[in-house]
């Protein structure tokens, strides 16, 4: 799996003309991206998953962690 994440669009312009920064970024720092249109800099961090979220689709009857069988109500 990459430790890249992709952008789709600047978060201060919204253009989509966006590129990876030749500048090497210490691991766990996130991703460097540069936009041609506004000409700045930003990175991307993963930070994780919420726990409030994970909740939701257990409440809401989904399985998504491939624990549970169809059907189950566990």
Do not use: I, V
Request: hydrophobic share 30%.
């Amino acid at each position: 799996m990459s430790e890249r994440a992709a952008p789709f669009h600047c978060p201060y312009c919204g253009d989509e003309d966006l590129r990876p920064s030749e500048l090497e970024t210490p691991r766990g720092q996130g991703a460097a991206w540069e936009c041609a249109a506004c000409n700045r800099a930003f990175r991307l961090k993963f930070l994780g998953l919420l726990a409030s979220g994970l909740q939701a689709a257990h409440h809401d009857g989904a399985h998504t962690d491939g624990l549970h069988g169809e059907g189950s109500d566990s």
